[in-house]
Each structure stands twice: as structure tokens, then as C-alpha cells.
């Protein structure tokens, strides 16, 4: 059995005071089930990682980044490792964000690096993927979602593999308030869990996690869930908002 698991992306957004809040308003909101029906983590911006992690110490509520570089340390400026973040009290990271890959230029190697060290360095990486809208248009996205699971796992054997969460997110549906059906990421969670299983073999691809990313919101939560496929939720905007994102825990739960 997979147990749910939302994550609350929270981009570029909140200050040092208002992640802090955001964070305890979700912990006192859901304190009952984190954890034990469905596992919760957030993800703020680098600079406050610390407060955030700090705020949910005795809690059962996990920390993500949103990225991380691939080397562990040295002559890289601006960048920030896994180690560092496991350092203060980082569970996940996100890594190949559509974001990252479409706005910062993040290329398959590069995010099957990122993915690489952060399971190196003791992180569970939420990796994401996902088609454009013109690919999807010109019926490619089982090629592309193939490809960038192929190239984001390139070298990992079974054991750190078992470390990953996928992440579908069709570029198309995220922040567009445009949600793919139940159905079509139904479809490509199945895609995925097959690839799973043929790099790998069926035992990984029934209990890797893949979550659903793209405009979830606590009006579509519980329709995505019940996908058979679809083992939590990546949620950007409604994360942003305790109330929604709390009304999301609650429906995967
Ligand atoms: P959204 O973002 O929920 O605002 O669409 C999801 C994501 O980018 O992870």
C-alpha cells in the first residue's frame, strides 16, 4: 500500500514572517493525519527553509527545497547542496521542476544529477516531469515523459531509486488554473508506473509514489486521488493558502 503524500510547493513566494505562520497554521491543521494517513511536506523558498524547519521540529510535517545543486561542496557560487540541506533539517527536495527546466534552462542531465545527489546525500527527491502544451497538442507526451524518466533515473540502481517520488505535472496545467482530468493524468501515471517497471521491475514500480501536479486545488483533490495511479498531490498555488491546502491533506488522507 502507498501511502498518500501532498507537498505544498511554495515557489517564490512568502517572507520570513508569513512562511512562519503559513507553516504553523498547516501543522495545527493537520497535526492529526500527518504522518499517519498521508504524509505532508512543504517546501519554502531557500532563506526560510531554516524557520520552517525549526517551526516543525516536533511535528510530523517534512521540508522540502525547491532545488539543489549536485556537487557537495567547493567553488560554486550561489548554489546550495544536499548535505547542507539535510544539514538543517531537510527531508525532500524538488528536483527538474517545470519551472527550473522551462525558465532557468535545467536540462535532463542535469536534473538525473540533481536527482543523483540529493539521494546521495540523504534527501528524498521529488522528481518532476511533465509535457508543454504543444507537445501535448501534437500528441508527444508519452515520448517526452518517457524521455525525461528515462534520463532523470539514468544510473540509479533499484535501492536509491526506491528513495524517489515522481511528480507529473503538465506544464500546461500548472498555475494556468487549467487542471488535467482525472483521466488524463489517470492515463499518464499509469504510463509512468509501467516505465517504472520495465527499467526496473514490478515490485519498485508498485511502490514508487507518484504524485500529481498542475492546478490542484480542494475542489479536484479528491477526484485526482481516487485514481488508482495517482498517490498525492504536488500542490502550488492552493499551498499557499492554509485553508485550501489543509482542505487538499484532508482528501488525500
Ligand atoms: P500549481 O503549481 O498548483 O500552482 O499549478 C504546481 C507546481 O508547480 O508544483
Redesign the pocket.
Known amino acids: 500500500m502507498r501511502k498518500s503524500f501532498v507537498a505544498g510547493?511554495w515557489?517564490m513566494n512568502t517572507d520570513s514572517s508569513s512562511s512562519v505562520t503559513l507553516v504553523k497554521d498547516v501543522i495545527s491543521g493537520c497535526s492529526e493525519i500527518a504522518g499517519e494517513s498521508v504524509d505532508v511536506a512543504v517546501c519554502p523558498p531557500f532563506v526560510y527553509l531554516q524557520a520552517v524547519a525549526n517551526a516543525v521540529s516536533a511535528t510530523h510535517i517534512a521540508v522540502g527545497a525547491q532545488d539543489i545543486f549536485y556537487e557537495q561542496k567547493g567553488a560554486f557560487t550561489g548554489e546550495i547542496s544536499a548535505g547542507m540541506l539535510k544539514d538543517i533539517g531537510c527531508s525532500y527536495c524538488l528536483c527538474g521542476?517545470?519551472?527550473r527546466r522551462h525558465v532557468i534552462g535545467e536540462t535532463d542531465e542535469l536534473v538525473n544529477k540533481k536527482v543523483s545527489a540529493a539521494i546521495n546525500g540523504g534527501l528524498l527527491p521529488i522528481f518532476?516531469v511533465g509535457e508543454l502544451l504543444e507537445q501535448r497538442e501534437a500528441s508527444q507526451t508519452e515520448e517526452v515523459v518517457t524521455r525525461q524518466i528515462k534520463a532523470g533515473l539514468a544510473g540509479l540502481h533499484n535501492e536509491k531509486a526506491s528513495a524517489v517520488t515522481i511528480?507529473y505535472?503538465p506544464v500546461w496545467?500548472?498555475?494556468?488554473g487549467r487542471t488535467a482530468s482525472a483521466q488524463q493524468a489517470q492515463e499518464v501515471h499509469a504510463l509512468i508506473r509501467g516505465l517504472i517497471g520495465q527499467i526496473y521491475d514490478n515490485e519498485l514500480a508498485q511502490q514508487i509514489r507518484i504524485m500529481y501536479?498542475?492546478?490542484?486545488?480542494p475542489g479536484n483533490a479528491a477526484e485526482l486521488m481516487a485514481q488508482p495511479d495517482i498517490d498525492g498531490l504536488?500542490?502550488?498555488?492552493?499551498?499557499l493558502k492554509a485553508e485550501d491546502f489543509l482542505a487538499i491533506i484532508r482528501a488525500a488522507a
Open positions: 510547493n515557489k521542476h517545470s519551472e518532476c511528480a505535472e496545467a500548472i498555475g494556468t501536479g498542475g492546478s490542484a486545488k504536488l500542490v502550488g498555488g492552493a499551498s
